[in-house]
């Protein structure tokens, strides 16, 4: 190798490395010996499958980041729309499950069945509380539902219908779920008001509710037993207000979505949201591919990092701007600067997963998590609609900084950047429609499980301790790569 000083390295792509295997005490990686479960930021709730979607317009909305985290992962939701569309979406997400209602639909008892409908399509429940007074303090005097709606006309009165107060059965505060449950089989309800001494109402479980936590035993949930989901930021004076917005929609992490994040801006938006704004909700700063940006991102007090400048399926910037650190060195590098810190940030290794062994490949060179975007674009729950070409259905998937996306953003205002100052650095194509999303993480994880098996890791800890490369000549290179799941 060269001495040259302005050579730093060789680099390491996905291609170019193999696991290797070990002596293994695992009998079979579907014995459940194996947890995948992983950190996604300081602050956040654990998530039982490493795996994120991608905070790409054609990859996650409010869809995809809702089933991500029902099957054990976790969705960041782009940024390309407005704010208050953004907090809608983080809205549905974490409205989609929970353990108790704390806020159920309420509505006075001189409304109509037509209010209700409006309420209930609004909040997307299947119930409503009817309180009799100007001001809801907890006191209610009956329950509706949608076939309760069915004896009447829109212009019915709620009270003609509903199961007055006297005729509802209710739980007091305390009740766990499970005594819940058995409560509404034995009195035949779907529906379960919790009910203080004062008989106000706290809460209200509901069977659909339950049903979801069986269905789901391994979704990502925060600690009221809703699902997790993140939000992409920019780096715009705008997008401090945005911030305060998705932060008021509870979203659990914000996810600062910056190309070169080893630019001031990393740190002057940090120091604005987490010291003047004082945002507890953790934030994932990237994107870097070195020790030093790795270093310098955990110091301007980022709760995790993104990992990864060019590797992306629909990236352009190493063609273009001629930058980009091989992936697996990209995240050895970070694990590397990281690796004396006893709360060490979670690194997520985002862009260039092609097929299920890069996932277990990425955790084994330090990732704690990984991010897909251009795998997840074709299927069911990723935005837009299949379309045909050459006989084949298939869905679009651009780079956040194709040509088409930076018009949007133009649009949003989002931007300062002229159309024509602008040099595109991802591209537009179209990928295979795939059906549904749960298949393509079905083998990721299936692929990651079977790595963490040969190389005897039960937990990701232990993979990041035990998996060991071995480099292999004349790999293809990374860029393009034919996505494989
Ligand atoms: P995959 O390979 O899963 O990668 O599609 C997703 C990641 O790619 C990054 N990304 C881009 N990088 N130009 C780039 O250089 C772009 O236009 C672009 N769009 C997305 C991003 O990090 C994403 O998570």
Known sequence: MTTNPKIIGEGLAFDDVLLVPQRSSIRSRFSGEIDTSARVARGAPPVHIPIISANMDTVTDWRMATTISLLGGFGVI?????????????????????????????????????????????????????????????????????????????????????????????????TELDEAVKAMHQHRVEKMPVVGDDGRLVGVYTMKDFKYY????????????????????????????????????????????????????????????????????????????????????????????????????????????????????????????????????????????????????????????????????GTDES?????????MLKKMVRGMASATAFEKRLALGSTTTNLEDYVPEGRTTFTPYKGKVSKVVKKLRGGLLSGMSYSNARTIAEMHERAQFIIVKNAVPEQRRPLQT
């Open 383 to 391: 935005p837009g609609e299949p379309v045909e070409q050459d006989g």
């Open 78 to 174: 782009h940024r390309f729309m407005s704010m208050g569309e953004q907090a809608t979406e983080v809205r549905k997400v974490k409205e989609r499950m929970r353990v108790v209602e704390g806020h159920p639909p309420i509505i006075t008892s001189t409304a109509t069945i037509r209010d209700a409908r409006h309420l209930l399509r609004q909040r997307e429940r299947g119930y409503v509380i009817i309180h009799d007074g100007s001001s809801y303090d907890g006191s209610f005097i009956g329950i509706a539902t949608p076939r309760d709606f069915e004896a009447g006309t829109p212009d019915t009165p709620l009270t003609a219908i509903m199961t007055p107060r006297d005729r509802i059965a209710t739980v007091p505060a305390g």
């Open 214 to 377: 069986h269905q789901y035993p391994h979704a990502s949930l925060d600690s009221r037993g809703r699902l997790l989901v993140g939000a992409a930021i920019g780096v715009q004076e705008g997008d401090i207000e945005r911030s305060l917005a998705l932060v008021e929609a509870e979203v659990d992490v914000l996810v600062l979505d910056i190309a070169h994040g080893e630019l001031d801006y990393t740190q002057e938006i940090l120091h604005r949201l987490k010291v003047i704004e004082r945002i507890n909700t953790p934030i994932i700063a990237g994107n870097v591919a070195t020790i030093d940006g790795a270093k310098y991102v955990r110091d301007c007090g980022a709760d995790g990092v993104k990992v990864g400048v060019g590797p992306g399926y629909v990236c352009e910037t190493r063609d273009v701007a001629g930058v980009g650190v091989p992936q697996i060195t990209a995240i050895m590098n970070a694990a590397e600067a990281y690796k004396n810190d006893s709360d060490r940030i979670p690194i997520i290794g985002d862009g260039g997963i092609r097929k299920p062994g890069d996932v277990a490949k990425a955790i084994a060179a330090g990732a704690d998590t990984i991010m897909v975007g251009s795998l997840f674009a």
